[in-house]
T-cell receptor, first 112, second 115 residues
């Protein structure tokens, strides 16, 4: 069935280093790929998204890349800070109603 | 603008009991979603409304779960009877239109514990 796989499930980096989280999706017709950040006990919040007509998008320290041929997309965080510590979810618009299917999440820990 | 509101924030019930959750989306948002987020997992879509009509409820366990969105604004999600495996956070989200590449705004969620 339709599926979004996310790796790694946990990631620890030193403050100032970069972090990369990868997702793959199954439906080649998917056209929208958002990334959400969820701090402990809080709601998911959109941090960046990309549509299928572009290959890369940047917003300050955050970037997302999309490879439609390989059906994968990645989140890149540069110059990580302790406040970047959270669970990050990727998602893809799948299915006939174009609803979002989420990955299983990555717990990012930025060590001071 | 005010965000998505949900109540209650926490609920503890025993198995086989009933429970209901309420959501008030952002004003003017036509599309409303209910998600189930089990601990350690990503949100899983239960049901999607466009105004007061159901767009997709293919993952809603209809033998025990029901949802409605009367008048195309507020929505309620009900579980009757609850099972242990229903313990999760129930998130409501809304966005402006039918196209999913409008940002979905999430509410704070209702944490349900079934004993």
């Amino acid at each position: 069935g339709e599926n979004v796989e996310q790796h790694p499930s946990t990631l620890s980096v030193q403050e100032g280093d970069s972090a990369v989280i990868k997702c793959t999706y199954s439906d080649s017709a998917s056209n929208y790929f958002p990334w959400y950040k969820q701090e402990l006990g809080k709601r998911p919040q959109l941090i960046i998204d990309i549509r299928s007509n572009v290959g890369e998008k940047k917003d300050q320290r955050i970037a997302v890349t999309l490879n439609k041929t390989a059906k994968h997309f990645s989140l890149h965080i540069t110059e990580t800070q302790p406040e970047d510590s959270a669970v990050y979810f990727c998602a893809a618009s799948l299915g006939s109603a174009r609803q979002l299917t989420f990955g299983s999440g990555t717990q990012l820990t930025v060590l001071p | 603008e005010a965000g998505v509101a949900q109540s209650p924030r926490y609920k503890i019930i025993e198995k086989r009991q009933s429970v209901a959750f309420w959501c008030n989306p952002i004003s003017g948002h036509a599309t409303l979603y209910w998600y189930q987020q089990i601990l350690g997992q990503g949100p899983k879509l239960l049901i999607q409304f466009q105004n007061n009509g159901v767009v997709d409820d293919s993952q809603l366990p209809k033998d025990r779960f029901s949802a409605e969105r009367l008048k195309g604004v507020d929505s309620t999600l009900k579980i009757q009877p609850a099972k242990l495996e229903d313990s999760a956070v129930y998130l409501c989200a809304s966005n402006r239109g039918q196209q999913t590449y409008n940002e979905q705004f999430f509410g704070p969620g209702t944490r349900l514990t079934v004993l």
